[in-house]
């Protein structure tokens, strides 16, 4: 262990509050998981706090193995992970999974270890690195719109288009997160202006053509109208019998909240140890936990624009943010459903709610960052050597 630390490379900061953030989740999670223990199981909530410590020890492991490999290599192990993730897509959504009528396919058993695996989490880190490599390529260039369909917007997508009927929310999020991405990368705008225009005409084409043959094929259409006519008209649903408790953890919190394990709406709360956790940590440690919590994501933030200046080229600053950028964005989400500022999206809060696979991608992601970063500290002790061998006598008179 302690050589394994000696050889951690990076930026020091986004470690320390991965790390802040990892050991924070224990206390919620152990909370909040009693109403998993009692609905699953014989009421024990340490099984549930073993299982999500084994969950951060593997994503931790898989941060550090990450962030040893070069950056650059990225570039061609996303070229090389796009059909492979297009092939996971596809056989999950085979698997025609429903619940109450909806497709519910977002998960692949892995053979042998029996362990679940939510594909579009991984969909979205490859389609994020491959559209950097892309942008990257073609930067300072000049490019055509229809040299870009092919190799650009295909496999966007096809990524986009097999998440779509199961999960609206993470494809619409990924979307974003391009539209971003090409953007900042200097991807024309009257060319951004095409795809959204494109991008909302399929999405209008796929929900009348669902509505209109709803026996095709599940889709969870009637349940993304649900949730937004729910968010809009307050109409009683299951969405709202969430949303109402989690704002009376919210009301129950106040400014220091009523302690660590003393939350009572845990037991009420479907998702109290993954969507609604935020909720839970507010009542338990009140407004000043929750705002605390938001400005680790802040400065997590802050750091990852710090990372994508410093980088020494265009496929490292874009790959900073394509990977970096949704972890924020999806804890923001997080958290503006539980106070009611947006619609029920079922995405978790990165590195505090239990969950496999949300954790091992977020550790994937910011693996991929501290691999950039790790570049630029490379730079600097070889230049440091090199002025060292270029002036011999100042080092020794440093030491006099």
């Known amino acids: 262990m302690t050589k394994m630390l000696s050889n951690i490379k990076g930026d020091k900061v986004i470690w320390a509050v991965s790390a802040l953030l990892a050991l924070f989740s224990f206390l919620p999670v152990y909370s909040a998981s009693s109403n998993l223990a009692y609905l699953y199981g014989d009421g024990d909530t340490f099984s549930f706090l073993v299982k999500h410590f084994a969950h951060l020890v593997l994503g931790f492991l898989i941060m550090y193995g990450v962030h040893k490999i070069p950056y650059h290599y990225f570039k061609g192990l996303s070229i090389i992970m796009i059909p492979v993730v297009l092939l996971l897509l596809l056989v999950t959504m085979a698997q025609n999974t429903t619940i109450d009528g909806a497709n519910a396919s977002r998960w692949i058993r892995v053979p042998f270890v029996g362990v679940t695996f939510q594909t579009s989490t991984l969909a979205a880190v490859v389609l994020m690195a491959y559209v950097a490599r892309y942008l990257s390529k073609i930067k300072n260039g000049v490019v055509s719109f229809k040299e870009t369909l092919l190799p650009l917007w295909l496999p966007v997508f096809l990524v986009l288009m097999l998440i779509l009927p199961a999960n609206f929310s993470t494809a619409g999020i990924i979307f974003s997160m391009v539209i971003m991405l090409v953007f900042l990368g200097g991807y024309p705008i009257k060319y951004i202006s095409v795809v959204l225009g494109t991008g909302f005409l399929v999405l209008v084409f796929f929900i009348l053509f669902a509505k209109a043959f ?9 349940t993304w109208v649900s949730r937004i006519e729910n968010f809009t008209d307050n109409k009683e649903t299951q969405e709202d019998y969430q949303i109402e408790r989690a704002k009376i953890a919210i009301a129950r919190g106040g400014v220091i909240g009523t302690g660590p394990g003393k939350s009572v709406q845990r037991n009420f709360l479907p998702q109290s140890s993954s969507d609604f956790i935020y909720a839970i940590i507010i009542e338990e440690w009140g407004f000043l936990g929750g705002v605390f919590l938001m400005l680790l994501y802040m400065f997590l933030l802050f750091r990852l624009v710090v990372v994508a200046h ?19 964005f999806q804890a923001l989400i997080n958290m503006a459903v539980a106070v009611e ?40 002790e070889e230049q440091q050597i090199k002025e060292k061998e270029e002036n011999p006598l100042e080092v020794l008179r440093g030491n006099v």
Do not use: H, Y
């Open 214 to 222: 709803p026996g095709m094929f599940p889709n969870r259409v009637d």
């Open 310 to 328: 410093k980088s020494e080229d265009a496929f490292g600053k874009l790959l900073v943010i394509g990977v970096g950028l949704p972890i924020v």
């Open 341 to 380: 500022l947006f619609p029920v999206t079922g995405q978790t809060l990165p590195l505090i709610s239990s969950g496999g696979t949300s954790i091992w991608m977020t550790c994937l992601a910011i693996g991929i960052v501290l691999s950039v970063s790790s570049r630029r500290e490379e730079i600097i």
